[in-house]
């Protein structure tokens, strides 16, 4: 009956999510996902578009150079191809030592096959870190997303929260709610909202032995104002053989489909109160590099698809 202990207790979402994407032994990224792309649930940016490794192996040199720091680390990286196209563009006389933060043996050993000797894993952020004195440049694409969400929703006059069951969402009272830009705003009754707690954690825990560096952090999401426009039931989804799915149908497959909600960049920013941020959409990141005549660059920059709804975040470390 997994990630449920017994079908009539609730879990709540954020403990179901956790399960499904992240268990060891039976979650999506530990064993199901063998790669992205037409053959798997979902594809990303990093398999449509050339200007994406481009751009992200132009701001890595620029970083690095005025920072002085040699170790460049990708936080998700997929399959592979995103760390593949940035060593790529990478002058080898200037190559950085490229590592890779994957925790999925079923990934690592993908990205392997395609990398080769060519990067060093990690199972976490911690241990990269630490192997480079604390001094590095991280970047991530639709990494943020994959964390595990608490679900809300307003009921005038308080807020309650998701809970689940093999077959049903219950909502329970809240009678305490995480920290969060999003309540600060009205909502109309009926709202549901969603919140990436666990991020606070996983900064927390690797902050204090970052001693240099910045990231780019590539999602899709928006801010508070914007992020649920037209969107009175959140944006918890899942994708399936590349359907998407919503509803109940998201508890029909834990550890076989994967689990995904938009990023509140200012939830996210707010994690990093030790770094200068700049928010850009991905189309002004991607757009001096974007080929004319390139279908996947064409997408990647679409001003009324994908180049608006995905933004770039870069963080300075102070």
């Given at each position: 009956?997994?990630?449920?202990?017994?079908?009539?207790?609730?879990?709540?979402?954020d403990?179901?999510?956790?399960?499904?994407?992240?268990?060891?032994?039976?979650?999506?990224?530990?064993?199901?996902i063998?790669?992205?792309g037409?053959?798997?649930?979902?594809t990303?940016?990093?398999?449509?578009?050339?200007?994406?490794?481009?751009?992200?192996?132009?701001w890595a040199?620029?970083?690095?150079?005025?920072?002085?720091?040699?170790?460049?680390?990708?936080l998700?990286?997929?399959?592979?191809?995103?760390?593949?196209?940035?060593?790529?563009?990478?002058?080898?006389?200037?190559?950085?030592?490229?590592?890779?933060?994957?925790?999925?043996?079923?990934?690592r050993?993908?990205?392997?096959?395609?990398?080769?000797?060519?990067?060093?894993?990690?199972?976490?952020?911690?241990?990269?870190?630490?192997?480079?004195?604390?001094?590095a440049?991280?970047?991530?694409?639709?990494?943020?997303?994959a964390?595990p969400?608490?679900?809300?929703?307003?009921?005038?006059?308080?807020?309650?929260?998701?809970?689940?069951?093999?077959?049903?969402?219950?909502?329970?009272?809240?009678?305490?709610?995480?920290?969060?830009s999003?309540f600060a705003?009205?909502?109309s009754?009926g709202q549901?909202?969603?919140?990436?707690?666990?991020?606070?954690?996983?900064f927390?825990?690797?902050?204090?032995?970052?001693?240099?560096?910045?990231?780019?952090?590539?999602?899709?999401?928006a801010?508070?104002?914007?992020?649920?426009?037209?969107?009175?039931?959140g944006?918890?989804?899942?994708?399936?053989?590349?359907?998407?799915?919503?509803?109940?149908?998201?508890?029909?497959?834990?550890?076989?489909?994967?689990?995904?909600?938009?990023?509140?960049?200012?939830?996210?920013?707010a994690?990093?109160?030790?770094?200068q941020?700049?928010?850009?959409?991905?189309?002004?990141?991607?757009?001096?590099?974007?080929?004319?005549?390139?279908?996947?660059?064409?997408?990647?920059?679409d001003?009324?698809?994908?180049g608006h709804s995905?933004?770039v975040?870069?963080?300075?470390?102070?």
């Amino acid at each position: 009956m997994f990630p449920w202990s017994s079908p009539t207790t609730p879990l709540r979402l954020d403990h179901f999510m956790a399960a499904a994407l992240h268990d060891p032994a039976a979650g999506y990224y530990a064993r199901r996902i063998r790669t992205v792309g037409h053959r798997g649930d979902f594809t990303t940016t990093a398999l449509l578009s050339p200007a994406l490794p481009a751009a992200i192996a132009s701001w890595a040199l620029k970083i690095l150079r005025e920072r002085g720091i040699r170790d460049l680390i990708e936080l998700g990286p997929g399959d592979g191809s995103l760390a593949a196209g940035i060593l790529a563009k990478l002058p080898w006389w200037k190559r950085p030592r490229l590592h890779l933060v994957e925790s999925s043996q079923s990934l690592r050993d993908v990205q392997f096959r395609k990398l080769g000797n060519k990067v060093t894993w990690h199972p976490d952020i911690t241990s990269a870190l630490a192997s480079c004195g604390g001094r590095a440049c991280l970047y991530s694409n639709e990494f943020f997303d994959a964390f595990p969400v608490r679900q809300f929703r307003f009921d005038e006059p308080g807020w309650s929260e998701a809970y689940t069951l093999p077959d049903s969402i219950i909502w329970e009272k809240a009678d305490a709610l995480p920290i969060s830009s999003i309540f600060a705003r009205t909502w109309s009754r009926g709202q549901v909202i969603e919140v990436h707690e666990a991020w606070r954690a996983w900064f927390e825990d690797f902050c204090p032995q970052w001693k240099e560096g910045a990231m780019l952090s590539i999602d899709y999401g928006a801010l508070p104002e914007s992020i649920y426009e037209r969107r009175p039931r959140g944006s918890l989804r899942a994708y399936f053989h590349h359907q998407l799915i919503t509803g109940l149908e998201i508890l029909a497959r834990p550890g076989h489909q994967d689990i995904t909600a938009d990023v509140n960049f200012t939830d996210l920013i707010a994690c990093m109160p030790q770094a200068q941020h700049r928010l850009m959409s991905q189309r002004d990141f991607l757009l001096p590099f974007a080929s004319a005549t390139d279908a996947g660059d064409q997408h990647s920059i679409d001003p009324h698809g994908a180049g608006h709804s995905f933004l770039v975040l870069e963080s300075i470390r102070c």
